[in-house]
């Protein structure tokens, strides 16, 4: 089983600050890595997949680089409705996981 | 546009079965892969269970495999999650999910979930 984990676990900003997430593979995933956002009582939400790529109506402040085993979402100026948890996960031979969680909260 | 709607959900005793159903609509539900994830009280998501768009092939979490089974009915536009032997630790909201045909990953919708309960 591929084992994601995220770094920090809680992020706190301000808004208007740039927030830097990370997730690691403990093998190679090659670019089979998705991002996702879930606010409270919410369905987590797809912002990138396939490291790099944004999902149909995701803003641009949002991006993703990385491949093989380490990843980044970087969300360039945070705005007041990007305060949420973040999850990676892999898609790998239709065996997938998901990474803890990285929360952004109000600093 | 593309919903997904679970029901099904409930409290249920430690040993018992259930059932859960997403019904989908506004897309070709056979063109797609379908996923069952949950998410236990306070905790992160947990992939479950995933079956490709014809049914052919399905693949489980070690933490259900031989407990849970995942079926759909093209014919019915509906993906279900059957839940035998529950335990406690089974208790979370579970959300079905929908992938491309081939990867099965990302997975681009979600339904609003349904709670289930394990508890005597």
Not at chain 1, 66 to 75: C, W
């Amino acid at each position: 089983e591929i084992v994601l984990t995220q770094s920090p676990a809680t992020l706190s900003l301000s808004p208007g600050e740039r927030a830097t997430l990370s997730c690691r593979a403990s093998q190679s995933v090659s670019s089979s890595l998705a991002w996702y956002q879930q606010k409270p009582d919410q369905a987590p939400r797809l912002l990138i997949y396939d490291a790099s790529n944004r999902a149909t109506g995701i803003p641009a402040r949002f991006s993703g680089s990385g491949s093989g085993t380490d990843f980044t979402l970087t969300i360039s100026s945070l705005e007041p409705e990007d305060f949420a948890v973040y999850y990676c996960q892999q898609g790998s031979n239709w065996l997938f996981t998901f990474g803890p969680g990285t929360k952004v909260d109000l600093k | 546009q593309v919903q997904l709607v679970e029901s099904g959900g409930g409290v249920v005793q430690p040993g018992r079965s259930l059932r859960l159903s997403c019904a989908a609509s506004g897309f070709t539900f056979s063109s797609y892969g379908m996923h069952w994830v949950r998410q236990a009280p306070g905790r992160g998501l947990e992939w479950v269970a995933a079956i490709w768009y014809d049914g052919s092939n399905k693949y489980y979490a070690d933490s259900v495999k031989g407990r849970f089974t995942i079926s759909r009915d093209n014919s019915k536009n509906t993906l279900y999650l059957q839940m035998n032997s529950l335990r406690a630790e089974d208790t979370a909201v579970y959300y079905c999910a929908r992938g491309p045909a081939l990867t099965g990953y990302p997975f681009d919708y979600w339904g609003q979930g349904i709670l289930v309960t394990v508890s005597s």
